[in-house]
Every structure is written in C-alpha cells, then in structure tokens.
C-alpha cells in the first residue's frame, strides 16, 4: 500500500480522500478471483452492469458511486476485458471495506446498518450510537425536538 | 369510540414513533423467517424485517398480510430474500442496496425508487413513478405501470410485463427500460442516456427522443433478463434513445460528473 499526499486541487479521486492507493490497483492477480455475480444480488451483474472502465486524469479508473470519487487502475488491463477488470477492482475495493464512503459510516451513520452493506456478509453493525452533532452557543429550537419527554411534542 | 388525540411525535432523527421497537413476533425455522404484519405499525413491520436481516442474519422472510401500508421494506442494506404477500402502498421497497424481494400484489407510487442495487418483482400491477431515480439492479413489474415510469432514472433495469404511462423515462440518465405493452404520450422526454425497449406502440415520444438501432449486445441483454424472470419474450422490439439534440455541454465540472455517473 503506498502513502500519498493529500492536495487541496478539486477532483473526486479515492487518492485524495484516503491519502493512499491499495494493492489491487497494482497487481491484477489479487482481483482475479472476484466472482461477480456472486457478489451482486440476482442472477446476473445487477448493478455492476452500469458499471464500466472509465478513465480520469488519464488514468483508468472506475467510479466508486459510495465514495463519489475514481478509484484508479495501475496494472495492465487485457484488451476486451476493461469492464470486467473495472468491476472486479470495485468489488474488491467495496468488499474490503476501504471505500472512503463507508468509512464515514462509522461516525455518521444515522440508523443500524451492516457497516460492508450487501458486499460482505457478517460485517459488524453501525449506526447504533448515533448522537446528533452538537454546534457550541446553539440550541434546538423549541417544539421541534424531544428531549425524552413530552416537552417537545408537534 | 373515544378519540385520543396524541400529537405526533418526533425524535431527533425526525422519525415519528420514536419509542417503537421490534415487535419479534417472528416465527423462524431452517433459516426463514414469517411474520403477519397485521396489526403492526409501518415502522413496526421495517423494524422486524431489519432486526430478523442485521440481527439475526435471516436472510430469507416473508411479510404476511402487508394491507398496502406505505414506505414498507425500505432503506434495507443487505443480501437477503423478502417476500409480501399482499400489496403495498407509497413509496415500498426504495433506497434498498442487495435484498432481493417479491411482492405478490399491487404497489402505490413510487415503488423500488432510488434503489442501489438489487431485485424488486411486483407481480400485479404499479403505480406512477414506478422506480424513480432508479440507481442499479432490477425492477420487474408484471403488470402495467403509471405515468413517469423511470424517472430520473440512472442506471439499472426496469422491466415492464404490461403497458406503461405516458412521460415514462422523463430525464432518464442511464440505464435499461423494456415495456412489453404500449407506450403513452412523452416517452423519453428529455432523456439524455440510457435505452429505452418498447414492444408495442409508442402514443408519442418525447422531446429529443428518437428511434434507435438494436444491436447484438441488446438482444443478449433482452435474452437474458426474460430467461431470468420467466416472462414471455414478445418477439421484436423497438429501441429509443437520446437524439443529442439537448447535449449542450461539452465538459462536466467535477461535481456534474458525480451527478451523471
């Protein structure tokens, strides 16, 4: 895994976010076992089917859709199995749970979730502690919120 | 009868019912799951089908007696099979990322909207606005659907055993839609990517809708989702597409990008 640098330039690269790459954006044999539709749900790519190589910064790159940002593919791509390598390094990406996405759930998540969504089965639980964020010299107005008790009611 | 007036309550997340909680009324054996929802408030019923699929790790339940209450089997982020017997209301089944789920009625509005990822298979008939903003996976309906079918639609399948309304695939962005019936007025309206698969006949099309070629690669997806969904193939379709005629951008900004794909 290597270690970039953050950079404040505009883009919605998964470097950017994470700071780092991961290793199956460099050695195609870690993605080569992904078995895609057993990955998705159905009983054919489902919602991989949207899912095509790209190219940004004229990188070849797939479209995280939970993080918003490109997640980039350093190794050699044989020709005519673009999509396929694309998907493949999606899923392990989601699967290994590096998405930058999904590693917000953690403090954002609102409501109890599998913290690796429908890509992984058994993965813990987020969501269940979920506190509104709390903003110094604020305070909810009256009458919109509970406190516990009948005091806000609507 | 008296009537209590109790004033709705909120919590902070906004959510009425703030104190419901899993009613675990659940029968389970050799890993499925039924319960009857009759009786059960909507968040009740979304509540035991989240316990049974987090918790419990069920992934196999059956809802029972549903009585067409809205916004049922949303938000569910898992793998999982989930069955109603019955209809459902408003709004059933959206924001779900891996369940694979049947309903053996009817649906309301906007069933299967902004889903991310799985199967949805209503085998009667659905109302307007039939997976809106749909994202991934599949959404099958074997009946007719209403008016706006698609809407906003990026990216998926939606496919259509009867006729469809009229504005079906409004401002469609990507994605697949095939109607085995007839097309009403406006299809494809300002859609500006994605196919459009139609059967029968078409009222009219929309602005900078026009006819497409079919390809190889549309048979074969054609093929395949008719093989897995057991539904009868007619036996031609007609393709519509974006005619570009809107296509008044040359590069997206890095935020209009997120938004297209």
Redesign the interface.
């Known amino acids: 895994m290597s270690e970039g640098h953050l950079t404040t330039r505009?883009?919605?690269d998964t470097e950017e976010l994470t700071g780092k790459t991961f290793p199956y954006q460099h050695d195609r044999s870690l993605v080569d076992d992904v078995d895609l539709v057993a990955a998705?749900?159905?009983?054919?790519l489902?919602?991989?089917?949207?899912i095509h190589l790209?190219e940004e910064d004229g990188i070849p790159s797939v479209?995280d859709?939970y993080t918003?940002a490109f997640l980039k593919i350093y190794f050699d791509i044989p020709h005519g199995r673009e999509d396929e390598y694309a998907r493949k390094v999606l899923i392990k990406h989601l699967q290994e749970g590096n998405s930058y996405g999904i590693w917000l759930k953690h403090k954002h998540a609102?409501?109890?979730?599998?913290e690796l969504?429908?890509w992984r089965?058994?993965s813990s639980?987020v969501g269940t502690d979920w506190t509104?964020p709390e903003m110094e010299g604020w305070t909810a107005p009256t009458g919109?919120?509970?406190d516990g008790d009948?005091k806000g009611?609507? | 009868m008296e009537q209590v007036n109790r004033p709705a309550r909120y919590d902070v997340r906004g959510l009425a019912e703030p104190d419901a909680d899993a009613p675990r009324i659940a029968e389970v054996a050799d890993g499925r799951a039924r319960f009857d929802a009759e009786g059960l408030s909507t968040r009740q019923i979304n509540l035991e089908i989240r316990r049974l699929a987090y918790e419990e790790g069920i992934d196999d339940i059956t809802v029972a007696n549903p009585a067409a209450k809205h916004s049922l089997g949303v938000g569910i982020l898992t793998r999982c099979r989930i069955r109603f017997e019955g209809s459902l209301g408003y709004f059933a089944c959206g924001l779900i990322d891996g369940p694979e789920i049947e309903i053996t009625g009817r649906v309301g509005w906007s069933c299967a909207e902004n889903i991310m990822a799985g199967v949805v298979v209503i085998r009667k008939n659905a109302g307007s606005l039939t997976g809106a903003a749909l994202r991934g996976g599949d959404l099958v309906v074997h009946g007719d659907v209403g008016a706006r079918t698609g809407i906003d639609q990026k990216g998926g399948t939606i496919l259509i055993g009867g006729n469809a309304g009229s504005s079906t695939g409004f401002m469609m962005q990507r994605g697949r839609q095939i109607i085995c019936g007839d097309a009403g007025h406006g299809l494809g309206d300002s859609m500006y990517d994605g196919a459009i698969y139609v059967a029968g006949t078409v009222a009219s099309l929309g602005v900078d809708c026009v006819e497409g070629e079919m390809s190889e690669d549309d048979e074969e997806m054609l093929d395949r989702k008719f093989g897995i969904y057991g539904l009868e193939r007619p036996s031609s379709f007609t393709k519509f597409v974006c005619g570009k005629k809107l296509w008044n951008y040359d590069n997206l900004e890095a935020n209009e990008r997120k938004l297209v794909l």
């Open positions: 505009v883009g919605i998705t749900p159905g009983h054919d489902n919602w991989l089917e949207d790209l479209f859709r918003n609102k409501f109890p979730q599998p969504g429908p089965g058994g639980i509104p919109r919120y509970l009948e009611t609507s």
